[in-house]
Nanobody, 120 residues
Framework: QVQLVESGGGLVQPGGSLRLSCVVS????????MGWYRQAPGKQRELVAT???????AYTDSVKGRFTVSRDNAENTVYLQMNNLIPEDTAVYYC??????????????WGQGTQVTVSS
């Protein structure tokens, strides 16, 4: 079974930086997408960034130019480098993993979440 474990969250002042990590264990298919979602108190969950096995990336508009998603396929790990953090970035960040087999079956997996708080 596939399992995801996030780490790297914490408290940081506005303008600071954090690096989130997510380790994916279990059976990993060659074609997959890793990414990050976040959910702030009283807000809907939103997609933050994604990266494919070919390292094609996509970002939501609010984080473009500040966040960078990357992955290490040898270690089955996805990272989210967050720079120039603002209070609006405060949320629980969830790692997400999606894989599609050659038979057309798509499965989704989620991490437990890690808290990011941006405050003075």
């Amino acid at each position: 079974q596939v399992q995801l474990v996030e780490s790297g969250g914490g408290l940081v002042q506005p303008g600071g930086s954090l690096r989130l990590s997510c380790v994916v264990s279990g059976t990993i298919l060659s074609i997959n997408v890793m990414g990050w979602y976040r959910q702030a108190p009283g807000k809907q969950r939103e997609l933050v960034a994604t990266i494919t096995n070919s390292e094609d990336t996509a970002y939501t508009d609010s984080v473009k130019g500040r966040f960078t998603v990357s992955r290490d396929n040898a270690e089955n790990t996805v990272y989210l480098q967050m720079n120039n953090l603002i209070p609006e970035d405060t949320a629980v960040y969830y790692c997400h993993y999606e894989q599609t087999s050659i038979w057309g079956t798509t499965l989704h997996y989620w991490g437990q979440g890690t808290q990011v708080t941006v405050s003075s």
